[in-house]
């Protein structure tokens, strides 16, 4: 049973009832029996609540996100969520809903199926059936590890910002991670709200990877509010041009590898 005369945390006695956290580890006093009422008010305080939790930080990043970056870059931190746990329940959402909607399928094999093409306009003698099943089998993992994924590649695009924005501001990489973090979680939220659309409008998938581009390229520019916005732009473009290219010399390099070990076997 709970003592509520002492820290469940830390053991550390409660100094009386007006205290709310321990003064040794920070931990709320006193502990609560986890029950319905306590699941309940985790949920209200952590989540639905309109002045901080996951729907404070989701709406301060679709309307004014520039401004939330450079808040919390400056410490403002106490009513927003981590960036890393807002990627996972936003690559979580992604997932969820593509696996309504389309099996699971988040990347699209499309995206992927183009590498055939290429290599058989190449005229190189791999068979196209390979190629394809090289294709399917990225496409598969990236699927089934969307969200390790994303976090992989967050530092690959952080660098690409880093270097696209070298002399703008002294922002370290440990800041670019947490600027590239929100405008990821960003672009997530904005594909699950559209995925749903590619069951009647097959190709929005391609104008939301366009939709999601320009939101990042905004709230860069609003970030770096005190820059000649022009400057901004171009090198908020720069950086995730930078990020595509990389990306998808990974998604080749990946498809190659295994194409070439399926016909070594």
């Given at each position: 049973m709970l003592d509520?005369?002492?820290?469940?945390?830390?053991?550390?006695?409660?100094?009386?009832?007006?205290?709310?956290?321990?003064?040794?580890?920070?931990?709320?006093?006193?502990?609560h029996r986890i029950d319905w009422h306590f699941l309940g008010h985790e949920l209200e305080h952590s989540v639905l609540h309109m002045d901080r939790g996951i729907l404070y930080t989701l709406k301060s990043l679709m309307l004014r996100p520039g401004h939330l970056i450079r808040d919390y870059i400056h410490g403002q931190r106490a009513h927003h969520?981590?960036?890393?746990?807002?990627?996972?329940?936003?690559?979580?959402?992604?997932?969820?809903?593509?696996?309504?909607?389309?099996?699971?399928?988040?990347?699209?094999?499309?995206?992927?199926?183009?590498?055939?093409?290429?290599?058989?306009?190449?005229?190189?003698?791999?068979?196209?059936?390979?190629?394809?099943?090289?294709?399917?089998?990225?496409?598969?993992?990236?699927?089934?590890?969307?969200?390790?994924?994303?976090?992989?590649?967050?530092?690959?695009?952080?660098?690409?910002?880093?270097?696209?924005?070298?002399?703008?501001?002294?922002?370290?990489?440990p800041e670019w991670l947490v600027i590239t973090a929100f405008i990821t979680a960003q672009s997530l939220l904005i594909w699950g709200l559209f995925i749903p659309l590619q069951r009647w409008f097959p190709g929005v998938i391609s104008w939301v990877l366009l939709l999601t581009v320009a939101y990042g390229i905004f709230s860069l520019v609003q970030f770096f509010a005190d820059q000649p916005r022009w400057k901004s732009m171009l090198r908020a473009m720069l950086g995730f041009g930078m990020y595509m290219i990389i990306s998808s010399g990974l998604a080749f390099v990946l498809t190659v590898a295994l194409l070439i070990m399926s016909h070594r076997a």
């Open positions: 509520h005369g002492r820290c469940a945390n830390c053991d550390r006695t409660i100094d009386g009832a007006a205290q709310k956290f321990c003064p040794a580890c920070g931990q709320p006093t006193p502990a969520v981590k960036p890393l746990l807002l990627i996972m329940t936003t690559a979580a959402v992604v997932v969820f809903i593509t696996q309504y909607f389309f099996g699971g399928n988040v990347m699209g094999l499309p995206i992927y199926s183009g590498v055939a093409d290429a290599t058989r306009e190449g005229g190189n003698k791999f068979d196209p059936a390979l190629i394809l099943k090289a294709s399917q089998a990225v496409n598969d993992w990236m699927n089934h590890h969307f969200a390790a994924m994303t976090l992989l590649l967050l530092p690959l695009e952080a660098a690409a910002f880093k270097l696209a924005f070298l002399r703008f501001r002294n922002l370290n990489y």
